[in-house]
């Protein structure tokens, strides 16, 4: 899988993309991240990507022209790109949506930054994306939480393929609680039925708990 991140600060990807299963990925050849510097498609010596909102207001509006280059240059080296404009205002992403993108060949995301895009870098878009009802200084933080959860769905990326079935929302369930040594600190102990050897009752358990953090995850999120 390709992808591209079109960004003003790309240096900010540097940490995160090079540790743990990202890097891994990339060293599998199972990923390739290119990142795409938006302010080297601006024409004047400021390199300007932003500027004043016609008809006034606070804040800077980031301009068309270098983001309509800059994906005229990705579209060049994947004519089927499939593009993600990251907004406030998108879909929710969640996991659901991580398996659609991990079975794309190519991917762009674009990430804003001020007070969002000119109206018409929407029209760039194949569908635009939120990582939830909150605002975030830039769509770097957005792209990172994108690229991890999609990665790690891609096969092969994970060596242990049960690991991605009892996961968090894999099934539609919140994962049931984990356990691991030592059996009892500051007096919380492990429950006695995953000691006891008996896997059927383990399972039940699970499944139970499984359920039970579910409902009340899902009651938190109406509230």
Not at 33 to 38: D, L, S, T
Not at 119 to 135: N, P, T
Not at 169 to 196: A, C, H, W
């Amino acid at each position: 899988m390709e992808f591209y991140i079109l960004s003003i600060f790309p240096n900010m990807f540097d940490s995160v993309f090079s540790e743990t299963i990202i890097k891994r990925a990339q060293e599998m050849g199972l990923v390739n991240i290119e990142f795409v510097n938006i302010r080297n498609f601006t024409h004047d010596r400021h390199r300007t990507t932003d500027d004043y909102p016609f008809g006034g207001g606070a804040g800077m509006v980031m301009k068309p022209e270098p983001i309509y280059e800059a994906m005229d240059c990705v579209k060049s080296k994947s004519p089927n790109v499939y593009t993600i404009l990251l907004t406030p205002t998108g879909r929710i992403f969640n996991q659901q949506k991580a398996r659609e993108l991990s079975k794309r060949k190519s991917i762009a995301i674009i990430c804003g930054r001020y007070e969002g895009f000119d109206e018409r870098v929407r029209y760039l878009a194949d569908e635009e994306i939120s990582i939830g009802k909150f605002i975030l200084s830039g769509g770097e933080i957005a792209a990172m939480a994108i690229v991890d959860a999609t990665t790690r769905l891609i096969p092969g990326v994970l060596g242990n393929k049960e690991s991605l079935k009892e996961e968090s929302f894999e099934n539609g369930l919140i994962e049931y609680p984990q356990y691991t040594r030592p059996r009892e600190y500051k007096n919380m102990k492990v429950p006695d039925i995953l000691l006891s050897g008996n896997h059927n009752k383990i399972k039940e358990w699970r499944e139970r708990e499984a359920k039970k953090r579910t409902i009340e995850w899902m009651g938190e999120e109406d509230g």
